[in-house]
């Protein structure tokens, strides 16, 4: 309702004109002074194969030497490495980041090759959500780290795109500004050149590749972003060795064959590189990726946690019914889960209780068969006894018998012999 009316008297503003001076037309001169004395930050991030010359790129747009070392072909994995450094051009403070993407396409398996970029990306949006979601911010002193442009760097191959450059392009170009620049391109003839273009760009469209577009929408520049967008992508040549061509220094490549000048727009696109990145664009790359690819993650990361702006009859929805009806939804699935665990946990104690039953039976079933069989054992052995009992009560009936018999035998020879001594007297 209050959009609404707010809408409403948007609608009813009236022009009316002021009859002398007022001095709000001083506030652009106010944003320029203040943002120069906050200074700007812009981060780049560097995508290609190891050996393309990103870092000496680099060296030559920013006309200085960033320290660094060499990055080898020996890496198990690609990994991201980030320096910061402060640059001052006039009056102007300008914190330059510069990210690497060192052991990119040097794996055999680079099937994964692009998910520690897109990892890194989604991180720098990932805190910058997380710094402007605090209850006390401090965005105005924040480091902001999101990627502003990705250089994707093209090998000078002349015949077409890699797949490893297509599927990273594509992965990418949701999240960062890629501008493709096809590096070392003095390694290639013109005609080539040109038709390598051409092959790059109908790659790019086919396999739906957004690449970012010089805006065209500010008449100042409307024409010369128009004309660029054609050159896509760049041809550059890096080098920071200076060589006195004429009666000036210039930054070139000696080759027995000749010298290649790298601001020389007849040998390469470094000139328009470096006019289109820095000198015209480099506003609208730090904006587009604030509002397309920063909004993008923010709204998609915000539906995850179940914010949304209408309800289902497409009503405003504020915060804080937001926030109630997550917390009721969290609450209603909290309780389905303690009740489903409750319930687990009842089913688990009776198939124990079950189990411990069945146990129980099956130890008294075998107490009682031993039982038995320790019954049947002992009446066998009492019969055992019993048996020898009876033979030894045998033996010894037999054995007093014979006793007596042979007692009896004695007797009866000792009355004979007795009989017959008196009979020899006699």
């Known amino acids: 309702m209050a959009a609404a009316e707010v809408a409403r008297q948007g609608e009813g503003c009236r022009t009316v004109p002021l009859s002398g001076h007022v001095g709000f037309d001083s506030l652009p001169d106010q944003l320029v002074n203040k943002s120069v004395n906050h200074g700007f930050c812009f981060n780049i991030l560097c995508v290609g194969e190891t050996g393309l010359g990103k870092s000496t790129l680099m060296d030559t747009l920013f006309n200085t030497k960033f320290e660094g070392d060499p990055a080898s072909h020996s890496q198990p994995g690609v990994q991201l490495k980030s320096n910061t450094y402060d640059l001052q051009e006039s009056n102007v403070n300008l914190k330059l980041t510069i990210v690497s993407t060192v052991g990119f396409g040097d794996q055999i398996n680079k099937e994964d090759s692009y998910k520690p970029i897109v990892e890194f990306i989604d991180a720098q949006f990932e805190a910058y959500l997380q710094e402007e979601l605090k209850i006390r911010r401090v ?31 594509k992965k990418l170009d949701s999240k960062v500004n890629i501008i493709p620049i096809i590096a070392k391109s003095d390694a290639i003839s013109k005609s080539e050149l040109t038709k390598f273009k051409i092959k790059i760009t109908s790659e790019l469209v086919s396999n739906g590749v957004q690449i970012y577009q010089f805006p065209t929408d500010d008449e100042s520049v409307a024409e010369i972003n128009g ?200």
């Open 227 to 426: 004309t660029m967008n054609a050159h896509l992508p760049f041809a550059v040549i890096g080098s920071t060795e200076e060589l006195k061509i004429g009666n000036k220094m210039m930054k070139a490549r000696q080759y027995p064959w000749g010298t290649v000048q790298v601001e020389n727009e007849a040998h390469c696109d470094f000139v328009k590189l470096r006019e289109m990145l820095i000198r015209v664009n480099m506003e609208d790359l730090r904006e587009q990726t604030h509002t397309r690819h920063y909004e993008l993650y923010r709204r998609c990361k915000l539906e995850e946690m179940g914010f949304k702006d209408t309800d289902p009859d497409s009503k405003p929805f504020s915060l804080q019914e937001t926030y109630e009806a997550k917390r009721n939804e969290f609450l209603g699935e909290l309780q389905k889960k303690e009740e489903a665990m409750r319930q687990m946990f009842v089913q688990r104690v009776k198939e124990k209780e079950a189990e411990l039953k069945e146990a129980e039976k099956e130890l008294h079933e075998k107490f009682d068969r031993l039982k038995k069989l320790h019954q049947d054992e002992k009446k066998k052995l009492e019969d055992k006894k019993k048996s020898l009992d009876d033979e030894v009560n045998a033996f010894k009936q037999r054995k007093t018998a014979a006793e007596l018999l042979q007692s009896q035998a004695q007797q009866a020879g000792g009355s004979q012999t007795l009989k017959r001594d008196k009979e020899r007297k006699n």
């Open 139 to 169: 965005l105005h002193n924040y480091h902001d780290t999101r990627i502003h442009a990705c250089l994707y760097f093209i090998a000078p191959t002349g015949h077409s795109l890699k797949s490893l450059d297509l599927v990273t392009m």
